[in-house]
């Protein structure tokens, strides 16, 4: 199963809660952009949806493609 | 006499199936309604924008008027929601101290007691012969659930179950019995004080217990905490009852349904997205423009209320293609705005749609055959447009190796 990752930066304002919740996915590079992977693989679903779910904006959106 | 009136006057047949009434809306663009004296908003795309930008479209009116402020010197100020009227950065602030308990991880450790508690529910229906799925099935799961998470005791449920009805039916219910809701709020508080006092200190998945070292870290005040758990009452219950009802409506009479569910139970968290995004338990909400706006081309003058309508964005043949229609192959099957968009989204979404799945997933374990006894178009709903779900759904149900009620002693 792959778990894709798409961040809609028209909606984003960076409250970072993304990069609190799931550290390993999201994080903020040096000038202060948020950086993920576009895909993770099973073991971190989880994280990403937690990380999904806590974004104020709802800015994140994970989908499990089998 | 517009599009939107067979709904506002609640016409049984467009509260049961509103789509028609949506079209309409749709093509007509953002207009101003004035049986409800709101500009309404049924396009998906500006659904989302509204939803999306609080600054401009305040949440204070959501239910559809604003509260009185309130009375300072009312030492028992009625319960009043800490989230889904506030706005930022009030609402951001108390929304981050509630959000750990609901993440989709947190929620995922409850799936063996909440599957527990379904099977336990619909296997009591297998006694019954003649049932009706929202009275027997769909009204008691959701307290029972919410119980749970909270981390109420199993004995005090009954009880719980009964102040939860009251101070629902308090909410809306302008005209209610002051004393009386003043008695139950009272009962209400002094028993969640009760059990606040009584945590021993240790956070664990049970909500109460993170509510309670949030009062302790000083984020929450005690009425904070009791107005946060009578919210998530009022918000989880009825909206639930009335997924797991729809969701039921559609398995009963969408031919095939069942057995393709059986033969392949990845497709039951599709079926729920489904069921959420046609039959949405929250069809509409109202919001409030706090300055000059414009919405899909037409001005909004500040001060306007607005009408979002989920329900119908979630109709919108621009996103949903084939759109009338349940289909378990969508690619976009979770982006339905059945839990609402930005800030306010639904926080406990991750908990309607687990025991969304795990109901369908016990009824299609447990049942040999349901049979609805009324054809959809005779189902009763709730009376309202903003709460969307069927009041009573009968049917004959027999369980799996179960005898067939009609023949016990023949």
């Given at each position: 199963m792959t778990v894709r990752i798409v961040v809609d930066f028209d909606v984003c304002?960076?409250?970072?809660?993304?990069?609190?919740?799931?550290?390993?996915?999201?994080?903020?590079?040096?000038?202060?952009?948020?950086?993920?992977?576009?895909?993770?693989?099973?073991?971190?679903?989880?994280?990403?949806?937690?990380?999904?779910?806590?974004?104020?904006?709802?800015?994140?959106?994970?989908?499990?493609?089998? | 006499m517009t599009a939107l009136s067979p709904l506002v006057e609640l016409d049984p047949d467009a509260v049961r199936d509103p789509a028609g009434v949506y079209e309409q809306l749709r093509e007509?663009?953002?207009?101003?309604?004035?049986?409800i004296d709101?500009?309404?908003?049924?396009?998906?795309?500006?659904?989302?924008?509204?939803?999306?930008d609080g600054r401009t479209f305040s949440s204070r009116n959501t239910v559809g008027r604003v509260l009185p402020p309130a009375d300072p010197s009312n030492p028992r100020p009625p319960l009043s929601p800490l989230l889904l009227l506030s706005d930022d950065p009030e609402h951001?602030?108390?929304?981050?101290?509630?959000?750990?308990?609901?993440?989709?991880?947190?929620?995922?450790?409850?799936?063996?007691?909440?599957?527990?508690?379904?099977?336990?529910?619909?296997?009591?229906?297998?006694?019954?012969?003649?049932?009706?799925l929202v009275r027997d099935?769909?009204?008691?799961?959701?307290?029972?659930?919410?119980?749970?998470?909270?981390?109420?005791?199993?004995?005090?449920?009954?009880?719980?179950?009964?102040?939860?009805?009251?101070?629902?039916?308090?909410?809306?219910?302008?005209?209610?019995?002051?004393?009386?809701?003043?008695?139950?709020?009272?009962?209400?508080s002094s028993y969640i004080s009760l059990l606040l006092d009584q945590w021993d200190g240790t956070v664990d998945a049970r909500v109460l217990s993170q509510i309670a070292a949030a009062e302790r870290a000083g984020e929450l005040t005690r009425t904070q905490c009791v107005s946060f758990v009578a919210e998530l009452l009022v918000a989880g219950n009825i909206t639930t009852t009335h997924?797991?009802?729809?969701?039921?409506?559609?398995?009963?009479?969408?031919?095939?349904?069942?057995?393709?569910?059986?033969?392949?139970?990845?497709l039951v968290q599709p079926f729920v997205e489904e069921s959420l995004r046609l039959e949405a338990p929250i069809q509409g909400f109202y919001r409030l423009a706090m300055a000059d706006a414009e919405i899909g081309g037409v001005p909004i003058p500040e001060g306007s209320r607005v009408f979002v309508l989920y329900g119908s964005a979630n109709r919108d043949p621009q996103v949903w293609e084939d759109c009338p229609h349940l289909r378990l192959d969508r690619p976009n099957a979770a982006a339905h705005l059945a839990f609402g968009k930005g800030a306010h989204a639904c926080i406990g979404s991750s908990l309607a749609r687990l025991e969304g799945r795990v109901v369908v997933e016990?009824?299609?374990?447990?049942?040999?055959?349901?049979?609805?006894?009324?054809?959809?178009?005779?189902?009763?709903?709730?009376?309202?447009?903003?709460?969307?779900?069927?009041?009573?759904?009968?049917?004959?149900?027999?369980?799996r190796g179960s005898v067939p009620a009609q023949e016990v002693g023949s």
């Open positions: 304002e960076q409250h970072g809660q993304c990069v609190e919740a799931a550290p390993a996915i999201f994080r903020f590079d040096d000038e202060g952009q948020l950086q993920h992977p576009s895909e993770v693989g099973d073991e971190s679903a989880a994280d990403a949806e937690d990380a999904q779910f806590l974004c104020p904006t709802q800015a994140i959106m994970v989908t499990r493609e089998p | 007509r663009g953002v207009h101003h309604a004035p049986e709101a500009f309404v908003v049924a396009r998906h795309d500006d659904v989302v924008r509204v939803l999306r951001a602030q108390r929304r981050s101290i509630v959000n750990r308990a609901f993440t989709p991880s947190k929620i995922a450790a409850w799936e063996p007691q909440i599957r527990q508690v379904a099977e336990e529910h619909v296997d009591r229906l297998g006694d019954l012969g003649e049932v009706d099935l769909a009204a008691l799961l959701p307290i029972r659930v919410v119980s749970l998470v909270l981390g109420v005791p199993l004995r005090d449920v009954t009880r719980f179950r009964e102040w939860s009805e009251e101070i629902t039916a308090s909410v809306g219910n302008h005209g209610g019995d002051p004393v009386r809701r003043e008695q139950v709020q009272d009962a209400f997924h797991i009802a729809s969701s039921i409506a559609l398995l009963g009479s969408t031919p095939g349904l069942l057995d393709r569910l059986r033969s392949d139970p990845r016990v009824l299609l374990d447990r049942l040999e055959t349901l049979e609805l006894l009324a054809v959809p178009a005779d189902l009763p709903y709730l009376a309202s447009f903003v709460n969307h779900g069927p009041v009573s759904l009968p049917a004959r149900v027999r369980l």
